[in-house]
């Protein structure tokens, strides 16, 4: 069965679009005065296509992972999947476009190494210099981009023709591929969080910060498909996909949320602790000035999940499932927000319409492309070698 996007989806999707414009827009000229108004902006835009970016980078792989595993229970909803990931020649688009206008801006105050009169009084940004410049900054941008695109091409072109010929070949290319996909975003996605991310705050580092990063993009990525999965099948698609599927996704939502939990507190616990100068001004920053916002959203991504989707019932209930995803997106958009505005604005963040504005026309861009990749296949990959498997999936 082939998927249609409703013109009252297509309408709400819109809508969201409208209402975020006029929030941003009315955000801009309110704020347009203030003197920390351009690094604002430059940081909400960073914030909002770095995390839609994010979810399309973690579903391609977790594809990835389940081709590399061989696992079966998830063909049903592999298109989903798919659909998810495709957002990535999108999201690319909108986040070098982001990355390009700050480099040149000089940083815009965000990446304050790439300001050369910054870096000239600074001893410790000439220091990491060798790493730290625009040059090889971007050469490995370009590097990541190029790489999630070809194995993303590679994956979805394979996905189709195996619809049309069957057989295993294309599924052992896809489990070898699938295996050094992982290989290269084992490295790629620590060495891009320290580029994007934590370059921000261009005095710290931390050796967990990239497997933290990657945590947040993994649970939200899935939080996604789940959230598509539930609408597919409310809407009468996905006929295949049963309570154990569900249950399935939300078993990953639940674990990566704890493994989520588990290196924010080993990031923290040991800064903390040890107590050295260089290491406490990420966290001191944060737990000054975004105090209840830092903490609240930890409670958010760990407690919720903990709580609620701790039983077997709560992960087959459709409507549980829904709120606990809902909530723990919206928290880990906040650790985002967190995370780049504590080295971009300090204690100067706000949220306000601008704040507000922005992430709900990337919602209701993201919804309207992901409605696109919907319709572009059959929603069941009619010749998956484990499609019988996942079709007869119970426990």
């Not at 300001?115 to 220091?127: L, M």
């Not at 050094?180 to 050796?207: E, G, K, Q, R």
């Not at 903490?295 to 709120?323: C, E, Q, T, W, Y």
């Not at 990337?362 to 992901?370: A, D, E, P, R, T």
């Amino acid at each position: 069965m082939e998927f249609t996007t409703t013109k009252k989806a297509k309408n709400t999707a819109f809508g969201l679009i409208g209402v975020g414009a006029l929030l941003a827009v009315a955000g801009i000229i309110t704020n347009m005065g203030d003197a920390h108004f351009t690094t604002r902006l430059m940081t909400n835009g960073l914030i909002n296509a770095f995390f839609f970016f994010a979810i399309g980078l973690g579903a391609l792989f977790f594809l990835a992972l389940n081709y590399a595993t061989e696992a079966g229970w998830y063909a049903v909803v592999k298109r989903v999947i798919e659909s998810v990931a495709l957002y990535l020649p999108y999201g690319i688009g909108i986040f070098g476009v982001i990355l390009l206008t700050i480099s040149f801006m000089k940083g815009a105050h965000i990446y304050t190494w790439m300001d050369s009169h910054t870096v000239a009084e600074d001893e410790i940004i000439q220091g990491k210099s060798a790493y730290l410049n625009v040059t090889f900054f971007w050469i490995r941008t370009l590097v990541y981009f190029t790489v999630y695109l070809l194995f993303l091409r590679g994956f979805r072109k394979r996905s189709l023709l195996e619809d049309q010929v069957g057989g295993t070949e294309i599924h052992f290319k896809n489990y070898r591929k699938g295996a050094t996909f992982l290989v290269f975003f084992a490295v790629f996605s620590s060495t891009s969080a320290w580029d994007w991310l934590m370059s921000i705050d261009v005095h710290w580092y931390s050796t967990l910060f990239g497997w933290y990063t990657f945590a947040g993009m993994w649970v939200s990525a899935m939080v996604v498909i789940v959230l598509t999965t539930i609408y597919l099948k409310k809407q009468g698609y996905l006929p295949h996909v049963n309570d154990s599927h569900i249950h399935d996704i939300g078993k990953w939502i639940f674990a990566i949320s704890f493994l989520w939990s588990y290196l924010w507190f080993s990031q923290y616990m040991l800064i903390w602790y040890a107590n050295i100068g260089e290491e406490v001004g990420y966290y001191v920053m944060r737990t000054e000035h975004y105090k209840y916002l830092y903490f609240g959203m930890f409670f958010i991504n760990f407690v919720f999940p903990m709580l609620i989707l701790m039983s077997r019932d709560a992960k087959r209930d459709i409507g549980m499932l829904m709120f606990v995803g809902l909530v723990i997106l919206i928290g880990h958009w906040l650790d985002v927000f967190i995370m780049v505005s504590g080295g971009s604005l300090g204690e100067n963040w706000n949220i306000g319409l601008l704040e507000i504005g922005l992430p709900l026309i990337m919602v209701g861009v993201f919804v309207l492309i992901l409605f696109k990749n919907l319709a572009s296949a059959p929603l069941t990959p009619v010749n998956h070698p484990f499609l019988d498997e996942s079709i007869h999936h119970e426990f």
